[in-house]
């Protein structure tokens, strides 16, 4: 259920695990209110790291595009797939092992940084081997990956994103050419670095906790993110609260519909909500209503409908009613539910 704070939220977490694309940026433009708000999170302490799913950007490539938003970036607060996989990897072998890559140069510099030898051919007999997003990637390398773990090699991901958007269109991720080697030698990976796995969350406390800092603690790290599948998800595994934004793919019918492990600790419209105390919202089932601060969500015979206040607290009323409504084994989807829109910039 939504959680409330008396304090902005950038002064009552220390991390801040922010996603990218349709947080901090869609493609090449930067979000609104996203710089500012991540600079004004800093100004009260907070420290920012970047979380990201895709394993061929390098780091100081996105700090780069991050600085042409007016924002101060270091390369090590930018965290990969391919970062978290190789460390992951580097604690499975023996120093200086042998292990095939699959993927960007990005990956394989990371798997390289770690210590380890990295190879190309299962011939080498490999003791592990890590597979990435590439989109140069031909059978015959599918395959060679395929014959290293069918030989022992254990085997690791750095996501499992089915699906990648292009401009174009829609298009196989990383996780549909897994799906291949998985077919071919009926072996899972052992573990995959990306979200929703919390993997990504836990290295970003670790890589934070560099020249002498102290490790941040999971209840005082906030994972923020637009996905609730990948990055809300990902908080719920590992125990951090969330805050989920609507300038990236989650809309209000998904959040009220959303099962347990999908559900946010706060929401917001926009990163202006990191910097704003998040408000109470008081639940009272004998009435069946939600009340936040000026909104309500009230059930009225087989629909649901939201009153008074903005659109956000309107959201956050109607989420609590029926994520309760929801975990008391009703069917919420027998109600018509609000359609609430939350205007950009609201």
Not at 45 to 54: A, F, L, R, S
Not at 242 to 247: G, H, I, M, N
Request: proline residues 5%.
């Amino acid at each position: 259920m939504l959680k409330a704070t008396s304090a902005p939220l950038s002064e009552t977490y220390r991390l801040a695990l922010l996603d990218l694309d349709g947080v901090v940026y869609r493609g090449k433009n930067p979000v609104e209110h996203a710089s500012a708000s991540i600079r004004k999170a800093q100004a009260h302490g907070m420290t920012i790291e970047y979380t990201t799913n895709n394993s061929s950007r390098m780091q100081q490539v996105v700090a780069d595009q991050l600085r042409g938003f007016d924002l101060d970036v270091e390369p090590w607060q930018v965290i990969t797939s391919s970062v978290v996989a190789a460390r992951m990897v580097a604690r499975a072998v023996e120093p200086g092992a042998d292990v095939l890559v699959l993927g960007a140069e990005h990956l394989r510099e990371e798997v390289a940084r770690q210590g380890l030898h990295v190879v190309d051919d299962a011939q080498a007999h490999p003791q592990a081997a890590i597979q990435g997003w590439y989109p140069e990637m031909t059978w015959s390398m599918m395959a060679n990956m395929a014959y290293a773990v069918e030989a022992g090699a254990k085997y690791f991901v750095t996501n499992r994103d089915l699906t990648i958007p292009r401009e174009l269109g829609i298009a196989p991720g990383c996780g549909s050419m897994i799906r291949a080697v998985i077919a071919a030698t009926g072996v899972e990976p052992i573990a995959s670095a990306g979200k929703p796995e919390s993997a990504m969350y836990d290295e970003a406390r670790m890589l934070a906790a560099h020249d002498g800092e102290d490790l941040v603690p999971v209840e005082s790290s906030l994972a923020i993110g637009d996905r609730l599948d990948t990055d809300i998800e990902a908080g719920n595994r590992g125990g951090y609260d969330s805050l989920v934004v609507l300038t990236g793919v989650t809309d209000a019918t998904m959040l009220m519909t959303a099962p347990i492990a999908l559900r946010p600790t706060y929401i917001a419209a926009d990163l202006r909500g990191l910097n704003e105390p998040q408000p109470q919202v008081d639940l009272d089932m004998d009435r069946r209503v939600a009340t936040c601060r000026e909104a309500r969500a009230v059930v009225s015979e087989q629909s649901v409908v939201v009153q008074g206040g903005d659109a956000v607290d309107q959201l956050r009323a109607a989420c609590q009613l029926l994520w309760h409504m929801a975990d008391s084994g009703i069917d919420i989807m027998q109600f018509t539910l609000p359609r609430i829109d939350v205007p950009a910039g609201e």
